[in-house]
């Protein structure tokens, strides 16, 4: 049986991305994937977008703002709680190449020191990098074999985590309104002795949806 991944994707007022991130996320070739909508309070009618169009999505409702390290927060306590075994935070402005989840769990479990794993991600720190979607398409099209390297940061955007971390050193610190919460993550989690890795697999990343990112801490 393969291993169970949420995908949780935080949403405030993202509808308009939205409208192509849910259907490029459930192209995916994963078979044990379970896509997980958290909305923090959106009024621009995501959620019943997303409840009209998509009943295989998972929503939960936030009912106001509450960034991207205790909203996504609520979304990891929901797949730990259905015996996730990994967890995929993507942003509500990604596109997917369908192959990313298979590449990226097949690589996670062969170490289970592998705690956090991104991609290739196009316009992952660069807005509007790529508007025609002309190097995603290339990049899709070229990709012929899974290569891996390991680094020091996996971005926030898209990135795959080991369920069993979050069990180990926590969640997100939630003083982190946005901004600065996955550093802060990934360096408890190498302290604890995991490893960040990136595979070639492409994605692509609008990189100015979201739901409003802010100050970096809170307190």
Do not use: K
Request: negative net charge.
């Amino acid at each position: 049986m393969a291993p169970s991944v949420y995908v949780l994707i935080l949403n405030y007022n993202g509808r308009a991305h939205l409208e192509y991130c849910l259907p490029s996320v459930l192209e995916t070739d994963y078979p044990a994937m379970h896509v997980v909508l958290i909305d923090n309070g959106s009024d621009d009618g995501s959620v019943p977008f997303a409840r009209g169009g998509y009943p295989q999505v998972d929503i939960i409702e936030n009912g106001h703002n509450l960034g991207y390290a205790a909203g996504n927060n609520v979304g990891v306590r929901y797949a730990l709680e259905h015996g996730a075994d990994y967890v995929a935070l993507l942003n509500n402005d990604m596109r997917i190449d369908p192959r990313w989840l298979t590449h990226a769990v097949a690589v996670a479990e062969g170490d289970p020191c592998t705690g956090f794993l991104g991609f290739d991600t196009i316009g992952e720190y660069h807005i509007d990098a790529d508007p025609d979607l002309s190097q995603f398409r290339e990049r899709r099209a070229a990709w012929q074999r899974l290569e891996t390297r390991s680094t020091e940061h996996v971005a926030g955007c898209a990135m795959l985590v080991r369920a069993a971390l979050f069990r180990d050193i926590g969640l997100f610190d939630e003083a982190y309104f946005a901004y600065g919460e996955e550093d802060d993550l990934q360096r408890r989690a190498r302290r604890a002795g995991y490893r960040s890795v990136r595979i070639n697999v492409p994605l692509w990343h609008y990189n100015s949806g979201s739901f409003g990112r802010h100050s970096l801490r809170t307190a």
